[in-house]
């Protein structure tokens, strides 16, 4: 659906590209870990793509639940030495913007089976 969809590979690259903010120094910010962060916003950019679609089918909604969990995996991976950490305003911004375009990726794909 769409973590084995080239337009996902392209979005992990940019991310890699963005790397340079997770090894960068800044201010921590808040209580909450990166890992804390990335479920966050991973799980309401799912409850609003559930939102928009009233009637989408329930293993449509599973699809894009379980790919979901793949991207968080995969954010895990890469980001495994700071994923405990507090972000600073840089790390929350490309995490932000990451999970966003991941969220377009997702309302296409689901756009597509529905």
């Known amino acids: 659906m769409v973590v084995e969809s080239s337009g996902y590979e392209a979005l992990i690259e940019y991310f890699?590209?963005?790397?340079g903010s997770f090894s960068a120094a800044g201010d921590k910010v808040g209580s909450e870990t990166i890992e804390d962060l990335v479920h966050e916003l991973v799980a309401s950019q799912i409850m609003t793509i559930c939102d928009q679609i009233k009637d989408m089918p329930q293993t449509l909604r599973f699809k894009v639940m379980s790919e979901a969990d793949k991207v968080v995996a995969d954010l895990e991976e890469i980001l495994s030495s700071v994923w405990k950490q507090k972000p600073t305003y840089?790390?929350?911004n490309v995490l932000e913007e990451y999970i966003g375009l991941v969220k377009n990726l997702f309302d296409a794909a689901v756009a597509e089976c529905a």
């Open 90 to 92: 840089a790390q929350i």
């Open 16 to 19: 890699v590209e963005n790397l």
